[in-house]
Every structure is written in C-alpha cells, then in structure tokens.
C-alpha cells in the first residue's frame, strides 16, 4: 500500500508493524489496535532495521475476528489499515477456513442464478452483475469458512459479472476464480450453464499402461492458418494418419500477453496464466461472444475423440501472468502465492510469483480445475509445466481423483527441481519420483544424451555423432532411470528451445541432416517409455534457429504445409516407426524389460535387442557414424529400413 506505516496480521496473536525512516525517524514507543471506537494496547516484543524502514513485532492478548476491518495507530497517533498477510498460511487459519463446498463460481439451478466466492479476509464483497443493459451491484453475504454468497432471479445466462472486494483496506475489482467463461480479456465473467457445453463420451480402449501412448505436441495457434479450435478440428486428417495416440495441446486456458480482440499484434506460447477454469479467447471463432469459446473447445474435443485420438492438456499451476491483478491475490491476498520466511516472494518460475499449492484452498482449487475440465470436457491426461514447483502430495491428490474419473487418464509432467520456497523432499520433481505412482517425468538425461545438449548448439549426443555416449544412450533407451518405463518421457524436442532440426543445421555436416533427423526420432519412437514428438518434428520443423520462440511472431512459430511435401520421406520414416511400436508391442512392463531387453556395441552402433514383441524377437541397430557398417544379419530379416549406411537405423526379425 506504500504508506508511511504499515501494519500486517502474520499470526491470530502476532502483528508486523513497518516504519518508513523518513516518518518520525521511523521510531514508535507504542501501538495500538482500534476496533471501531475500541481501542487496545499491543505488546512491543521486537524491532529491527530493514533498510530504509524499522520493523517492529508486536503481540496481542485478545481474538481477532477475520474480515473485520481494524486499524493500527503508531507515533503521533498516525493510523493505517491492519492488513490480513501471513495468517493466512497458519494452520489455525486454514483449519477454520477451509472449504469444500462445491457450490464456487456462478450457477443456474432451476430459476435462480446463484454467485457463491472465497474471500475469507475481505470485510465486504459486491457483486456487479450486467444484463440486457442494465447494470446491478448487490452486497453479498459473509456465511461460513469465509465464502460470500448471493442469489437472484432469475437465470441469467450470458450475463456479465465481477467481484468488487474490501480487503485490507482497498476495493478490489476481480473476475471470478471459479467463472467459466469471461468477455474478451479476461475483462468480466460470464454466466454459462456448462450442462450446454458437455463433450460426448466416447468408448477408446483402455490405456493399460502409459508408455503405450505416443504423444505429439502442439500449439492450437500454430496448427493451422487461422489458429482457432474450429480450424484445427476441421484439420485432424493428418495427426490421425500419423498414427500418434494423444494429441497434447499447449495452453488452452485464458491466458495473457495476447490481446484477444487484436491477436495478431503479439504472439504467445500462453504460459502466463489469467483465468484457469477459462478458455482463451483468442482460439474462439468469435471472441465478441464469452460463451462460443465453450462450443468450439467442445466441438474439437469431439472431432479428437472421434478420429480415434486422446487429448491431454497442457497445464501451468506454477505461476500466474501479473500477480498483482489475479483474481487470487485480488480475492485473498498473500494466500495463493509461496513465500520464503523472511517474506520475499518466492520465484523459482522466473516469471515473478510461484503458486503456493500445498495451501489447502490453492490445493482445492487445482484439483477442482483438473476435474472440471476432465468431466466437461472428457480430458484425458494432463502435462504439468514446471511440476517440480508443486508439492507431491497435491499432484498425488489430483491423481486419484482423476483417475476416478478417467481410468486411463495421463499424468506427466516437467520435474526439474527448481529453486523455490518448499522443501526439497515435497517437491514433484525427478528426484522424487520414488514418491509418488502414476506420474511420469520428461527425462532431460534422454534428450541430451541422444541429441546433445539443449542448451549449447554445438554439443553432440550419442544420435548426433558423438559415440562415447553410446553407454547412456543404452540407459536411457532402457527407460528405467525413474524406475518405471511408465515414468519416463523420452524426448528430443519441445516447444521449448531450439527445435532439434535448427540444432542439426548447427552441429551436423549439411549432408546429413535429415538421416539425422530421422535417427533422432528413431530413438524416441522405439525407446522403453513414453514417446513424445513435437509438432512438425517429422517434417524437419525449423524456428529460424531461434533459441526460444514463446513471443516471436507467427512467421516463426507457424506450421509450415510445404514442408509436409518437402520432407516427406522423413513423415513416411515417421508413421512407419509408430505402425511398427504398435504391431510389434515394443513398449513392455518394467520387469519384461529387465529379462527381456539387452545392449550389445558394435563398431559404435548400438544394437538394441528385445525378445517376445508380440510373439516375435528383434534387434534393432542405430548407426550415428559417418560410415557404412556390415554386421551378421544370420537367422534374421529386415522388417525396417535397408541396411546400416551411415547414419541409419534397422530393425531386424528373428526368422
């Protein structure tokens, strides 16, 4: 708030007090609590400087009743708001507090429409609702755990709506946390009845184990020209021919960095999260309309589903876009956000703010998400951004309730182990994957070692040309690093980074770069795991050499048609790799993997030998060498490939 002195509630008997040392030298011999006209002594038990301010601890003998609205009286009788701060992350608080309702966001029962909000902290909420017209606000009522409802009639559909919020002294305006839909960026909530907008269930065959799956990533925005649901779910003839299982779609939910009414003025991967339980906008084939976002995601979701492919989504519970202007913190400030104990912000997303998702209602609240989106939307898996910012128990939590939902629902996610306020032994990260079942991590130690390092463009992997990595390039193709093949996904590109052909095109002789194209994706398409495939990879997608294209234009991030047709070999080498995972079951349980899967070198190759695929025994040899290589093919056929030229893969069948 920025005023000569402040004061915060981090505990029911303990209050900061914050002195700018420009304001009477910051020195006070004395403060008092006011309640209305009461007023109460509080106990000085501390100070210390903290720069420019002097901070002082103070203790208090008497209840506080959470949302009332105190103040806090310093030198010369000078008052400021109590603000509610870390009391919020106390045991007490969120005992008292927690709710699990399931009645948040707005709803249409019968002929009422009902608003139902979280705002334990706040002294007052208003809820300013227009329709045909006509503009209401109408105080809400405080009831129990701190929720604050309002019911009208009558059914408002299509009507706009927000929060105004007293807390901590100020009115905040804010969108509603649990809202479905919301005007063109993220501006108001719309009411919807989401019983409309169901997608169709639809009977795919179980998926009895993850590394069964083949997952093939891409940007809704990228995907076709105009960059919609609508065009994309007109467009799915070729992921389905390809032959992949689970189509992944890179953020769906209201994001920023993208001015929905001028989407082509900026490009963004969406990765700055607004409003979760939201679609985004700008994917909408008409973005004046708050509800035709629900048709159109739905529609996609049935047109997927139809072609005989499964969608997961990607997912960013690590962060929000501004903080500051979150309906979280608007709602209840300090509770949705991590801190470290002196209380600075804790930013192991580098993007300015970590979700505090060990919090009860934060915890609540991603899972309530996760259910919403499978149940409406029949999701079947989701990819967690940065999950090593989560705590285990949360994702472990999320797990069982989706998987009650969707047996053959998929959990993954990016478990690097980042730098955040949370004990290293609850982070979800790689680290940890002993921890927790059905969860599986992308395995960076599979990327760099077949490709090379992501991050320096002239380093060689084992799959481009550098054969001393051969005997982890053997670990990683056992994938068993995190235990279980299942909890692996093999990997060489992502959105992330450069796309592995501009990597090629800096580290690899121009002659080769599409046999190397082609052996990298040999690789990930007959590992023990979980294969995953960026979006354009089997046509030799380039992003100009740019390192990180989040927010570069469409011109770099677009999917290129043409290369379809210039590259056309390497989608062909693609499709018949994955024909060949399926017919064959190369992907096996992990205790058939330690009797059934072996290594041998020869000559720098590497000969990957695997017994009863399907009835049947193979080897398979990678060639990453420069040069030609004969190896005793006796008692063996060639199911794959033409011999091992360099730079080539075969697979070969035991006769």
């Known amino acids: 708030m920025n005023d000569f002195v402040e004061a915060y509630l981090d505990d029911y008997d303990r209050i900061v007090v914050d002195i700018d040392n420009s304001f009477c030298h910051g020195y006070s011999r004395e403060f008092y609590l006011l309640d209305n006209d009461l007023i109460y002594p509080l106990e000085i038990t501390g100070s210390h400087k903290s720069g420019r301010h002097t901070v002082y601890e103070t203790s208090l003998d008497r209840d506080i009743e959470i949302g009332r609205e105190y103040q806090v009286m310093a030198v010369n009788g000078y008052r400021t708001v109590l603000q509610y701060r870390f009391i919020v992350k106390t045991e007490r608080f969120n005992r008292e507090f927690f709710y699990d309702g399931s009645d948040l966001g707005s709803s249409v029962p019968d002929k009422y429409t009902k608003f139902a909000i979280w705002a334990p902290t706040a002294s007052q909420v208003k809820l300013e609702v227009e329709h045909h017209g006509s503009t209401k606000t109408l105080d809400m009522h405080r009831e129990e755990k701190g929720v604050f409802r309002i019911t009208i009639e009558p059914r408002i559909i299509g009507a706009m709506y927000r929060y105004l919020i007293r807390v ?3 009115w905040n305006y804010c969108t509603d946390p649990y809202g479905k839909a919301s005007t063109a960026n993220s501006e108001k ?78 490009y963004n991967w969406g990765y700055d999260p607004v409003q979760y339980q939201c679609l985004e906008g700008s994917y909408s084939s008409n973005v004046f309309s708050g509800i035709q976002v629900l048709k159109d995601f739905r529609n996609l979701v049935n047109k997927i589903h139809e072609n005989g492919l499964r969608v997961n989504l990607d997912v960013v519970f690590n962060h929000v876009y501004l903080m500051r202007k979150h309906s979280f913190e608007l709602s209840v ?15 192991g997303s580098y993007c300015g703010n970590d979700i505090d998702s060990a919090q009860p209602m934060t915890r609540r609240y991603i899972i309530d998400t996760l259910k919403y989106y499978a149940d409406q939307f029949c999701i079947d898996g989701f990819r967690f951004d940065l999950m090593g910012l989560l705590d285990i128990e949360t994702i472990r939590q999320a797990v069982k309730e989706l998987k009650k939902i969707n047996k053959s629902m998929m959990i993954y996610g990016e478990g690097w182990n980042m ?32 490709k090379g390092s992501t991050f320096e463009a002239g380093n060689l992997g084992y799959g481009t040309g550098d054969a001393g990595k051969i005997y982890v390039a053997e670990e990683v193709m056992q994938g068993l690093l995190f235990g279980s093949n299942d909890s692996t996904v093999n990997y060489v590109e992502c959105h992330d980074d450069m796309t592995s052909f501009d990597k090629l095109r800096k580290c690899c002789p121009k002659g080769e770069l ?15 795991g979980i294969p995953f495939v960026h979006s354009g990879q089997e046509y030799c997608r380039s992003k100009q050499g740019y390192q990180n294209s989040y927010n570069l234009p469409d011109e770099i991030n677009k999917l290129r048609p043409e290369d379809k047709v210039t590259y056309r070999e390497v989608i062909d080498f693609t499709r018949e790799l994955i024909r060949i995972r399926k ?71 035991r006769e």
């Open 583 to 653: 017919e064959y079951q190369l992907s096996k349980k992990a205790e058939q993997i330690r009797k059934e899967v072996s290594f041998e070198e020869y000559q720098d190759c590497l000969v990957y030998n695997l017994k009863n695929c399907a009835g049947r025994d193979l080897k398979i040899i990678f060639n990453p060498t420069e040069e030609e290589v004969e190896y005793d093919c006796s008692g063996y056929h060639m199911v794959f490939g033409d011999g091992l030229k360099p730079v080539s893969m075969v697979i070969l069948e």
């Open 514 to 528: 599409i046999s190397r194209q082609k052996l990298l994706l040999g690789f990930v398409l007959t590992s023990q």
């Open 333 to 347: 400030p300090y509770y949705f956000f991590r801190y470290y104990d002196n209380g600075r912000l804790s930013d």
């Open 189 to 266: 909530s719309v009411v919807v009845d989401v019983d409309d907008y169901r997608a169709d269930r639809h009977d795919l065959p179980l998926l009895e184990k993850y590394s069964d799956a083949i997952i093939y990533e891409t940007s809704v925005r990228d995907f076709t020209p105009a960059g919609t649901f609508e065009a994309m779910s007109e467009n799915l003839d070729y992921v389905r021919d390809l032959g992949i299982t689970h189509l992944q779609l890179m953020p769906v939910n209201d994001f920023g960095s993208v001015n929905e009414l001028h989407p082509e003025k900026y």
């Open 419 to 450: 730098q955040t306020a949370l004990a290293e032994e609850d982070r979800c990260c790689k680290e940890n994957h002993e921890k927790i079942d059905n969860v599986a991590f992308f395995n960076d130690v599979f990327r760099d070692n077949i």
């Open 168 to 170: 901590n002294g100020q």
